[in-house]
């Protein structure tokens, strides 16, 4: 009853940018933290952003300043910006939400169909 559904993923030559989005919809009360994941081929998924309700993120290390993520509560969307790509950002980027869905008290987790990103040398 709630769909994650993430676009802006493709090629892009290495020093390049590319701006993910993911919109949430279906039977959503609310929508608290967001975040961004990603998984290489042969690695496990990691945290790549987080971001909550309020506006306040967290980066993972590793993503050096490079990374932006922002969210439209208005429109229950997050966004990533992703600038000076490298071919180590090659992955497939996962949006991911924690949901109070309607008529429901608690909380579960939604993840999108995922967008690949192929950053060339």
């Known amino acids: 009853q709630v769909q994650l559904v993430e676009s802006g993923g493709g090629l892009v030559q290495a020093g390049g940018s590319l701006r993910l989005s993911c919109a949430a919809s279906?039977?959503?009360?609310?929508?608290?933290?967001m975040a961004w994941y990603r998984q290489a081929p042969g690695k496990q998924r990691e945290l790549v952003a987080e971001?909550?309700?309020?506006?306040?993120?967290n980066y993972a290390a590793s993503m050096r300043g490079r990374f932006t993520i922002s969210r439209d509560n208005a429109e229950n969307t997050v966004y990533l910006q992703m600038n000076n790509l490298t071919p180590e950002d090659t992955a497939v980027y996962y949006c991911n939400a924690e949901v109070t869905p309607s008529g429901v008290i608690g909380i579960a987790y939604y993840w999108g169909q995922g967008t690949q990103v192929t950053v060339s040398s």
């Open positions: 971001i909550t309700s309020g506006g306040r993120a």
């Open positions: 279906g039977s959503i009360f609310k929508i608290n933290n």
